[in-house]
């Protein structure tokens, strides 16, 4: 039986199951708020692992850690670290605030911005920038999905629509039947198929290196700062991603959708703040690990780390049946984990905020799910415009979706902090301004930059935001509604 049959075989148990987990999802849904899991209550263990299912993209974990741990080594590990010290000021600042009396109605980031501002159009305004960051996640989780289903057919020969509707379908059928109910459940199986991937893959290089040992003692070595900035005594990452790294992760949690959604669906707020930490510490913990799987697996294992579909196919043709039989199918059912927990993730909130906008109507369990279809079907369109008309590669798309998803930072912290100036329509019509203002600069430095420097889009859209947002905040601190 040969490596990619196996994997095949695995694949399709998993998806048959999740279609499972959406059908028997669907017959519990009776409104709306059951669809989005509005007010009801999700406990620690779940909150947990659907946060950390979610963070745990097959764009980041299983292609950034993995390709730029091989490349950059240990700096790459600053990335998590500073994911987790922003889940950390999110739980804290969210609950000085305090929103306990908004959480049984729901609390998306659309609602607690309507609520602030007393605004529900400038929320829109403002809500509509991360939304399309989210769309892009969805776009490129497509992109990467497309690779790694790219190795049951020869280099070359992948029919791009067939592969996109395939991926596509797999999204769609279960997120759409069983809504958020069926996602929370998936991501606890996606959690820790994703965690038995890494786990497999480094003890079998722990494994092959005791052998080797054993037969040989010696083993290859292994370059933990294969590409240092300055000479061999300053190894740190190039400053670009260095201000992506720190400026994203810290500001993440405050605004993205999916964050603000689970909010809306936690139990309380200890519930909330407990869930983001261990979410998040967990996520972190994960994304280390995929780094070190990228750093040792080419030397210990031969592996190709340059792009995911090449780990994979590098996988397949290894002479160890110990990777091609058993890590590789593992490590496929991890990437596959890992592109549905993330696409689910960002169909689900675009269709509630659409939902919200519109008014949600309990009785039609119709719209979300064609908002579902729709944004699905856009992200397709996106996908040839973005990759084929304007040429962008994978890291310039990655580092502009970071920077949209996080340049509404400020205005949302302001809400927080000082919701009484955000009721300002000075402040409201600054605010929106300064987001596509930030969002503009993204784009723009994202697409016209050198390789080296597209990952500064993000902290000078933030910055430029923040920027603007001081001010008039400051301007009108003493000022009356």
């Given at each position: 039986?040969?490596?990619?049959?196996?994997?095949?075989?695995?694949?399709?148990?998993?998806?048959?199951?999740?279609?499972?987990?959406?059908?028997?999802?669907?017959?519990?849904?009776?409104?709306?708020?059951?669809?989005?899991?509005l007010?009801?209550?999700?406990?620690?263990?779940?909150?947990?692992?659907?946060?950390?299912?979610?963070?745990?993209?097959?764009?980041?974990?299983?292609i950034?850690?993995?390709?730029?741990?091989?490349?950059?080594?240990?700096?790459?590990?600053?990335?998590?670290?500073?994911?987790?010290?922003?889940?950390?000021?999110f739980?804290?600042?969210?609950n000085?605030?305090?929103?306990?009396?908004?959480?049984?109605?729901?609390?998306?980031?659309?609602?607690?911005?309507?609520?602030?501002?007393?605004?529900?159009?400038?929320?829109?305004?403002?809500?509509?920038?991360?939304?399309?960051?989210?769309?892009?996640?969805?776009?490129?989780?497509l992109?990467?999905?497309?690779?790694?289903?790219?190795?049951?057919?020869?280099?070359?020969?992948?029919?791009?629509?067939?592969s996109?509707?395939f991926?596509?379908?797999?999204?769609?059928?279960?997120?759409?039947?069983?809504?958020?109910?069926?996602v929370?459940?998936?991501?606890?199986?996606?959690?820790?198929?994703?965690?038995?991937?890494?786990?497999?893959?480094?003890?079998?290089?722990?494994?092959?290196?005791?052998?080797?040992?054993?037969?040989?003692?010696?083993?290859?070595?292994?370059?933990?700062?294969?590409?240092?900035?300055?000479?061999?005594?300053?190894?740190?990452?190039?400053?670009?991603?260095?201000?992506?790294?720190?400026?994203?992760?810290?500001?993440?949690?405050?605004?993205?959708?999916?964050?603000?959604?689970?909010?809306?669906?936690?139990?309380?707020?200890?519930?909330?703040r407990?869930?983001?930490?261990?979410?998040?510490?967990?996520?972190?913990?994960?994304?280390?690990?995929?780094?070190?799987?990228?750093?040792?697996?080419?030397?210990l294992?031969?592996?190709?780390?340059?792009?995911?579909?090449?780990?994979?196919?590098?996988?397949a043709?290894?002479?160890?049946?110990?990777?091609?039989?058993?890590?590789?199918?593992?490590?496929?059912?991890?990437?596959?984990?890992?592109?549905?927990?993330?696409?689910?993730?960002?169909?689900?909130?675009?269709?509630?905020?659409?939902?919200?906008k519109?008014?949600?109507?309990?009785?039609?369990?119709?719209?979300?799910?064609?908002?579902?279809a729709?944004?699905?079907?856009?992200?397709?369109?996106?996908?040839?415009?973005?990759?084929?008309?304007?040429?962008?590669?994978?890291?310039?798309?990655?580092?502009?979706?970071?920077?949209?998803?996080?340049?509404?930072?400020?205005?949302v912290?302001?809400?927080?902090?000082?919701?009484?100036?955000?009721?300002?329509?000075?402040?409201?019509?600054?605010?929106?301004?300064?987001?596509?203002?930030?969002?503009?600069?993204?784009?723009?430095?994202?697409?016209?930059?050198?390789?080296?420097?597209?990952?500064?889009?993000?902290?000078?859209?933030?910055?430029?935001?923040?920027?603007?947002?001081?001010?008039?905040?400051?301007?009108?601190?003493?000022?009356?509604?």
């Amino acid at each position: 039986m040969q490596p990619m049959t196996i994997v095949a075989a695995f694949s399709l148990i998993i998806l048959l199951y999740f279609v499972y987990v959406g059908i028997n999802s669907y017959v519990k849904i009776q409104t709306q708020r059951d669809f989005f899991l509005l007010g009801k209550h999700l406990n620690k263990k779940q909150f947990s692992g659907s946060f950390a299912a979610s963070s745990t993209s097959l764009a980041t974990a299983l292609i950034f850690f993995v390709t730029l741990g091989s490349f950059f080594g240990i700096p790459i590990l600053l990335a998590p670290l500073t994911y987790f010290l922003g889940a950390l000021l999110f739980a804290k600042f969210i609950n000085k605030r305090g929103i306990t009396d908004t959480l049984e109605s729901g609390t998306s980031l659309f609602q607690f911005l309507s609520k602030t501002t007393r605004s529900s159009n400038t929320s829109f305004m403002i809500c509509l920038v991360p939304a399309l960051g989210v769309l892009s996640i969805l776009l490129i989780e497509l992109y990467v999905g497309v690779s790694i289903f790219s190795v049951f057919a020869a280099p070359g020969t992948v029919n791009l629509q067939l592969s996109l509707a395939f991926v596509s379908a797999i999204i769609l059928l279960y997120t759409a039947i069983g809504g958020f109910p069926a996602v929370v459940r998936t991501d606890l199986i996606q959690w820790s198929l994703i965690w038995l991937g890494a786990l497999t893959t480094l003890g079998i290089c722990l494994y092959l290196v005791i052998t080797r040992l054993t037969e040989t003692a010696s083993i290859p070595k292994i370059d933990w700062f294969p590409n240092p900035m300055f000479g061999d005594g300053f190894v740190i990452l190039p400053i670009a991603i260095t201000a992506n790294v720190i400026v994203v992760n810290i500001f993440l949690q405050f605004t993205q959708l999916r964050t603000w959604q689970m909010v809306a669906a936690s139990e309380s707020i200890q519930v909330l703040r407990v869930g983001i930490v261990n979410g998040a510490f967990s996520t972190a913990l994960l994304w280390s690990f995929f780094a070190i799987v990228g750093i040792v697996s080419g030397p210990l294992l031969g592996l190709d780390t340059q792009t995911i579909d090449a780990f994979l196919r590098s996988m397949a043709r290894s002479e160890s049946p110990l990777i091609a039989y058993i890590a590789l199918p593992i490590f496929f059912v991890a990437c596959l984990s890992a592109l549905i927990s993330t696409a689910d993730s960002a169909l689900l909130p675009l269709s509630q905020f659409v939902c919200e906008k519109s008014g949600i109507d309990q009785s039609n369990l119709l719209l979300p799910r064609i908002w579902i279809a729709i944004f699905l079907l856009i992200a397709n369109g996106m996908y040839y415009v973005i990759f084929t008309l304007l040429g962008y590669n994978f890291l310039q798309l990655l580092f502009t979706i970071f920077g949209l998803v996080i340049v509404t930072g400020p205005v949302v912290i302001t809400a927080l902090f000082a919701p009484e100036v955000m009721r300002l329509p000075i402040v409201q019509k600054t605010a929106v301004l300064s987001v596509y203002a930030g969002a503009t600069a993204i784009v723009l430095v994202s697409y016209f930059s050198s390789p080296m420097n597209v990952a500064f889009g993000a902290p000078v859209g933030f910055l430029l935001t923040a920027a603007v947002m001081s001010v008039i905040v400051y301007m009108n601190r003493n000022s009356q509604i």
